[in-house]
């Protein structure tokens, strides 16, 4: 018997891997998209009904009378597009984001600031547009999404990177590596935690959902890569999978105007959701490990340079102002060269006797085997 599936979207960074996945599956695969990004990763015999996703009418006037076994829908409008298939699809599965939490993308929502940390599926959602406009939307969007597919199964994405990503941050780093940059400006030391996506492994996550229709009826998941990185490490694993050595330098948040785009948010606070629902129901797992995911893309971002000033840098605001750069370096450790260590009325400050770390205190047992 036929199983035939419709992916609402399927050409961007992770659609392929979503469509090939169904095909592996067995599935006779449909995309529905614009029509304006074909991908060579897609086979041959997966048709392409070419209409804009984001107009009710003309989805309507595409599909006409059909049906579908499984419908993934990633892009257009997407409460919209979850009415249409009402009653036509089997499992329907859709798409959004994190931004529909309370405090993702404004972190003083919270006293003190802070995206709680991690924030799992019944976490605070956007209830008032003041709050955040575009939060709200996504929230209110995933209510509907439910009211007309009670049984769909709904993710919550992450910012997602790897090839094609039209807001790479990942370019931040390659574009100077590539520049012949030995050093970058973080903000505290790098040391934000952020949950991302790579391309295979959210794909990954939405059919481990085909395969488990039944556990994963009316549930809603976070999915993001296990293992979350800080701007440091990020920066450290791209420039050694690259060969290069980048001096990492430290300012102060107030003045790391350099780091913010890579930052992607007025604030050093970390966004971290919860995995456990997603790994406890379905088995997940990343497909690729963070660290490689991360040498993956920048070496595809390194061979596909983006244009300066082209789309993706003007996504990412970053100038790329390497003068401007240097100037501030140099004014911090100018400034932080005056400053001297005070004369304490006892000890220095230490780590506390807790700490049996490196520099921390002696063994008392030295003899210990």
């Known amino acids: 018997m036929t199983r035939r599936a419709l992916v609402i979207g399927g050409t961007g960074p992770s659609g392929p891997h979503v469509v090939n996945g169904l095909v592996d599956r067995g599935f006779e695969t449909a995309i529905l998209h614009s029509g304006n990004h074909e ?184 999915v993001a890569d296990q293992e979350v990185l800080s701007i440091r490490q990020v920066i450290e694993v791209i420039a050694k999978s690259m060969g290069h050595t980048l001096d990492v330098v430290s300012l102060p948040w107030e003045i790391a105007w350099p780091a913010r785009p890579i930052v992607g948010q007025p604030w050093t606070t970390h966004r971290i959701v919860s995995t456990a629902r997603i790994e406890q129901e379905l088995g997940y797992r990343d497909k690729v490990p963070p660290k490689e995911a991360l040498a993956l893309t920048a070496r595809w971002l390194a061979e596909n340079r983006p244009a300066p000033g082209g789309p993706e840098e003007m996504v990412m605001q970053d100038p790329f102002d390497y003068a401007a750069e240097d100037r501030l370096i140099e004014q911090w450790r100018d400034a932080v060269s005056k400053v001297a260590e005070p004369s304490w009325a006892g000890e220095a400050p230490g780590y506390g006797l807790a700490y049996s770390g490196p520099g921390g205190r002696e063994r008392t047992n030295k003899n210990f085997r």
């Open 39 to 222: 991908r060579p990763e897609i086979p041959d015999a997966v048709e392409h009904i070419h209409t804009d996703a984001y107009d009710p009418d003309k989805v309507r006037a595409a599909l006409g009378d059909r049906t579908f076994d499984v419908c993934i829908a990633t892009y257009g409008r997407l409460r919209a597009n979850a009415e249409i298939t009402a009653g036509r699809v089997g499992q329907f599965i859709s798409v959004g984001g994190f931004p529909g939490y309370r405090g993702y993308m404004n972190a003083p929502l919270f006293d003190p600031p802070g995206f709680p940390t991690p924030t799992r599926e019944d976490g605070e959602q956007i209830r008032d547009p003041a709050e955040d406009e575009k939060g709200f939307r996504i929230a209110r969007t995933e209510e509907r999404v439910f009211d007309a597919q009670p049984d769909a199964t709904h993710f919550r994405y992450p910012w997602v990177y790897g090839p094609r990503q039209p807001a790479p941050r990942e370019w931040c780093i390659v574009r100077r590596i590539l520049d012949g940059r030995d050093r970058i400006i973080v903000a505290d030391d790098g040391l934000s935690l952020s949950s991302f996506g790579f391309t295979e492994n959210v794909a990954h996550a939405l059919l481990l959902a085909v395969d488990q229709p039944e556990k994963a009826r009316g549930r809603v998941y976070n």
